[in-house]
């Protein structure tokens, strides 16, 4: 996987994730509530875990909503003058 997402990588070993449930593009775009464009893009970009079998491009629900908790950031705290 891309350096990207050697953490999503490393809680894959570390949880022991199994790619299944592995859907295609189109439903993992609407699933993460994205474009089919802005999906595609993060796959080109390697940012984003994802299975290819020849062409097909697929993703398992697991390894998205995995990535996605990665994706978090939280606000920073107001500044105290």
């Known amino acids: 996987m891309p350096h ?43 940012s984003i875990p994802y299975v290819k079998m020849g062409r097909l491009i697929l993703f398992s629900r697991e390894l998205l909503d995995l990535w996605m908790r990665e994706q978090v950031t939280m606000p920073m705290p107001p500044r105290k003058n």
Do not use: F, P
Not at 23 to 44: D, H, R, W
């Open 4 to 46: 990207a997402n050697r953490k999503v990588e490393r809680r894959m070993e570390e949880r022991q994730v199994k790619i299944i449930d592995l859907i295609q593009a189109k439903e993992a775009a609407k699933y993460m509530g994205l474009s089919e464009t802005a999906l595609s893009t993060l796959v080109s970009l390697g």
